[in-house]
């Protein structure tokens, strides 16, 4: 059973910036794509950047967050700059195997507070 572990969540104040990585419990399955979700009170979970096969950020994003992957630690990253207080949010860490539909491989969340 592939885990997902997440880390690098906290408390951020409005223009701040924070690290997340998730890291896979094996080396030996390889992932095709890996990448964020994330959710915020009372709204439904959304695509915040994705990296297997080129990436693709969420609009609210670009410009201010960036993925990217160790494929020899089967890790992904989510460097987040100028945060915002709707960036508020649990980030779940993904990640999908080549023919898999989706993601069937999800992290147990990390929170992201942005607030003065």
């Known amino acids: 059973q592939v885990q997902l572990v997440e880390s690098g969540g906290g408390l951020v104040q409005p223009g701040g910036s924070l690290r997340l990585s998730c890291a896979a419990s094996t080396s030996s399955f390889i992932f095709y794509a890996m990448g964020w979700y994330r959710q915020a009170p009372g709204k439904e979970r959304e695509l915040v950047a994705t990296?297997?096969?080129?990436?693709n950020y969420a609009d609210s994003v670009k410009g201010r967050f960036t993925v990217s992957r160790d494929n020899a630690k089967n890790a992904v990253y989510l460097q987040m700059n100028s945060l915002k207080p709707e960036d508020t949010a649990v980030y779940y860490c993904?990640?999908?195997?080549?023919?898999?539909?989706?993601?069937?491989?999800w992290g147990q969340g990390t929170q992201v507070t942005v607030s003065s």
């Open positions: 990296s297997g096969g080129g990436t």
């Open positions: 993904c990640a999908r195997g080549y023919g898999d539909t989706g993601y069937p491989y």
